[in-house]
């Protein structure tokens, strides 16, 4: 039996507000709380609660058959957090069903997995423990920012645990190969890989209310049958998309929520079922590996990363923020680590994009790439003169690891120290307790003494009668004499 495997992922931008050069050194907030709010409520309002009440009835009508999958980030989640938290509170609604997975990606929606191994690594396990906090379960499955894949990436999510991947199905890497297989990363097989299938997926997300689109209107009977009629051999079939898809850019007048709505009903007349990445990943083995060697996303038309890093504005904005990786990641200060993660947002590298794209840009307060290039390298260089404010600029980042090293392990030895200290002192206090026992119990036999001392004066014991001492024989014969 075919099956479709639904994925929507959802990440909130972090706005950053209009910065200039004479602000370093005295303004350390850059955000622009305004429009946070702004953007996170209109489009909550607009697509994901209507969105997720519509998955909510899928799943309350057709039972474990509909199974749908999503991904957080966790600068995402806070701004949901803070703005929005009825949309959390529906996703755990949803989780309780049974029929929802969360997968794990890093934690900023970032760039890390281009350049830093260990930044990666920490954010992918940051928001993985977020998704425990909310939702119960540790992620199996891990999803990039932007499907961003490679072959070396793939190779570390295996190190991580991971069972699977999600990706795009980029025509020149799969050739002549189907995007409906599951597949593995050549450096580490265990590790699955599920491909996105790019048409059936934009046409949803990009094409639906397009009304000069060949395939308008398109309808969930015939977008089904579309799937029933591949051949029987291809099995999967992987729609991965933003869930701001479903409202933003699909308005809900085109009646992108009824198609939603009734994609189960026409899987099922069709025999075609769902279900989540991690079942795939354990009902269907492999059929080969895919090598990617270059880096993939699923943005824009060619595939990689030139949307982010295809300048020399990009890519020394790039540089310049993960110099400072490693010190971030030594110092380990609870205000830097926040910005860390706002900064590390790929939205910041894809507002100084100067290519064109088939996809609206929404540059927000920037007039152009440069100006957003501007405004951020002027944050960043406040953001650097905080972190190496924290230390000496002239300690290396080996001497402070080291220090910090020795400072730690003398905090964790102090610590035990207390600790030890606190159970003496448990124990001295136990002791102490069943001395005081013992001396009530040793005076209060000391106080029952005198009572027994004047009763037995009080009563005497009683004399025995005196015997007769007996009489010499010499008196005894003059009595007997007379």
């Known amino acids: 039996m075919k099956k479709i495997c639904l994925y929507f992922e959802i990440h909130q ?32 309002e607009r697509s994901y609660m209507p969105a997720l009440n519509t998955i909510g009835k899928m799943i309350e009508e057709n039972g474990d058959f509909f199974k749908v999958a999503f991904s957080l980030s966790g600068v995402g989640i ?6 929005a938290p009825q949309v959390l509170e529906k996703l755990q609604e949803l989780n309780q069903t049974g029929c929802v997975e969360f997968l794990a990606e890093p934690y900023s929606h970032g760039l890390s997995s281009l350049k830093d191994e260990e930044c990666f690594a920490a954010e992918v396990k940051k928001q993985c423990k977020k998704i425990k906090e909310y939702f119960g379960k540790k992620p199996t499955v891990l999803r990039n920012s932007s499907l961003i894949y490679s072959d070396d990436i793939g190779m570390q999510a295996a190190q991580m645990g991971f ?7 980029a025509k020149h890497v799969l050739g002549w190969k189907s995007p409906h297989y599951v597949y593995h990363c050549p450096m580490a097989p265990n590790l699955k890989l599920l491909l996105r299938d790019i048409t059936l997926s934009d046409d949803i997300s990009l094409r639906f209310s397009n ?9 969930a009977d015939n977008y089904i049958g579309r799937i029933a009629e591949m051949p029987e051999e291809e099995q999967v079939v992987n729609i991965f998309m933003e869930l701001s898809a479903l409202g933003i850019a699909q308005p809900l007048s085109s009646n992108i929520l009824d198609f939603i709505h009734a994609l189960p009903v026409c899987a099922k007349q069709k025999g075609v079922a769902f279900a989540t990445p991690s079942e795939v990943f354990d009902s269907t083995n492999s059929v080969g590996e895919l090598c990617v060697p270059d880096t993939l996303s699923w943005m824009d038309e060619e595939r990689d990363v030139s949307c982010w890093l295809g300048n020399p504005m990009q890519r020394e904005a790039f540089e310049k923020l993960y110099s400072v990786a490693e010190r971030v990641r030594i110092a380990n200060d ?22 064109p794209s088939n996809v609206g ?9 440069f100006d957003a290039f501007t405004n951020y390298m002027n944050i960043l260089g406040d953001f650097i003169t905080r972190v ?17 090293t020795t400072i730690k392990n003398e905090g964790d030895e102090i610590m035990m120290k207390d600790q ?3 159970r003496l002192q448990a124990k001295i206090e136990k002791i102490e307790a069943e001395n005081d026992k013992l001396r009530e119990k040793y005076e209060g036999k000391e106080a029952d003494a005198p009572a027994k001392k004047t009763a037995a004066k009080k009563e005497p014991a009683k004399k025995a009668p005196a015997k007769r001492a007996p009489r010499k024989k010499a008196e005894q014969k003059a009595d007997e004499a007379l």
Request: charge should be negative.
């Open 388 to 404: 190496n404010d924290l230390y000496p600029p002239e300690i290396d980042n080996d001497q402070l690891n080291s220090l910090l």
């Open 361 to 369: 840009l929404d540059r927000g307060i920037y007039s152009s790439p």
């Open 163 to 169: 069972k699977g991947m999600l990706t795009e199905g």
């Open 13 to 44: 931008i972090v706005h950053l507000k209009r910065y200039r050069f004479f602000d370093i050194g005295t303004d350390h907030y850059y955000y622009d709380d305004y429009e946070n709010e702004r953007s996170v409520n209109d489009t909550v």
């Open 420 to 422: 030890e200290i606190q």
């Open 334 to 355: 609870p205000r830097i680590n926040v910005d860390w993660d706002y900064l590390q947002a790929s939205n910041n590298f894809r507002f100084m994009t100067t290519k």
């Open 211 to 219: 009304t000069s689109w060949e395939g308008y209107p398109l309808f």
């Open 78 to 83: 806070e701004q949901l957090e803070v703005h």
